[in-house]
């Protein structure tokens, strides 16, 4: 196995170990369980590599930090000198993500590694609470909300770039016109995993089930059209993607929102959610 700076690249004679991981906190953990479920441990499959550390003196079977280096970088554990060992396997090659996104603990502490030679940062989102919930919404779920066809993208997309150019800060076109994010948008489409509510042909309401483990999924890209809101849009359709996962799927139904956002925390609280932890995000 290769070694370097107490971290190590891992495989799938770690499955187990990492299985551990990642079930000792199926929310905070769902983005990556979601793709080692569904696509094993190999980099090139999974779109990234995954990085331990075991226990000092301790060899095998057992992982005290992982973190995940793909398009996101994801640290999910770690005490601080396995996110040191984290930084160092970081730094000895270009960044590659496009954001830092986990644990807040974790975040901001392999931050603190990184930043002097990746920062500034574009912005620092410190304070993210994460949420879940396990019942049926406390709100009574739109049923105009509904599954995205495939054949509706194209109706479907302009909300969603409208969506992440106002909570990312960035137009997802920028670079390759738009081809990779209009990709990933099919793909959850055709996944079933793009709710949406139509109205006279124009999206109102949209949300998506970004991560999708055997236990939770994690809800994301909630948007309401700006003549749309302050109607209870956000909070019924947010609720009938919700009973999806709970009562369809028989997940747990997460998500995590800027602090600063007290708007849609009462909203999710008004649902159901209760806050599990604490969310951090990097970007650049």
Known sequence: MLRLAGARLLDERDRMAVRAMLTADPVA??????????LGMDPWRLGGELWGCEPRGFRGGRLDALCFAGSNL????GNRASLRAFADRALRRRRMCSSVVG???????????????WGPAREVRAD???MSMTRESLVEA?????PVRPNELERYLPAAIAMFIEEVGVDPRTGDGGASY???????IAAGRAFARFDGGDVVFKAEIGALS??????????????????????????????RLVRGMGRTASLYVNSYNVVAQSAYKRIGFTTVGQYATVLF
């Open 103 to 117: 644990p807040a603990e974790q975040v901001l502490g392999l931050w603190d590694e990184l930043e002097l030679d």
């Open 29 to 38: 953990s769902c983005m990556v369980a979601s793709r080692v479920e569904a």
């Open 142 to 146: 739109d049923p105009l909300v509904r």
């Open 214 to 243: 055997n236990a939770v999924g994690q809800i994301q890209g909630v948007w309401v059209h700006p003549d749309r809101r302050g109607k209870g849009l956000g909070s019924s359709g947010t609720a009938a993607v919700v009973d």
């Open 182 to 188: 209009r990709a990933r948008v099919a793909e959850l």
């Open 74 to 77: 994801i640290p999910l554990q």
């Open 128 to 130: 993210q609470p994460l």
